[in-house]
């Protein structure tokens, strides 16, 4: 059984920075594709980035240049840096996976963001 657990969130100031980590395990890594999404309260899930098993990314455009989506294989392991945050970043932030990133079938719990002064 797959099962992917996130951290990193917390509260940041306007402008700066963090990194949210996802953990995998019960599945073959490496031949995952994996993303992150978010959701606002209020508004529906999106997506922010994902990245493919051969390394491929996509973002969404409102986040290119801000937000890089990155894969440690031998750690099983995704990470989204995330810069020069907004209050409007403010979300629950999803980890998830599937065979490619059109097939996201498996998720985490989520990590709280938040962007205030």
């Known amino acids: 059984q797959v099962q992917l657990v996130e951290s990193g969130g917390g509260l940041v100031q306007p402008g700066g920075s963090l990194r949210l980590s996802c953990a995998a395990s019960?599945?073959?890594?490496?031949?995952?594709?994996m993303g992150w999404y978010r959701q606002a309260p209020g508004k529906q899930r999106e997506l922010v980035a994902a990245?493919?098993?051969?390394?491929?990314?996509n973002y969404a455009d409102s986040l290119k240049g801000r937000f890089t989506v990155i894969r440690n294989n031998d750690k099983n392991t995704v990470y989204l840096k995330m810069n020069s945050l907004k209050p409007e970043d403010t979300a629950v932030y999803f980890c998830?996976?599937?065979?490619?990133?059109?097939?996201?079938?498996?998720w985490g719990q989520g990590t709280h963001v938040t962007i205030a002064s």
């Open positions: 998830s996976e599937g065979l490619t990133v059109a097939t996201m079938n498996h």
């Open positions: 019960g599945s073959i890594f490496s031949t995952s594709a």
């Open positions: 990245i493919t098993r051969g390394g491929s990314t």
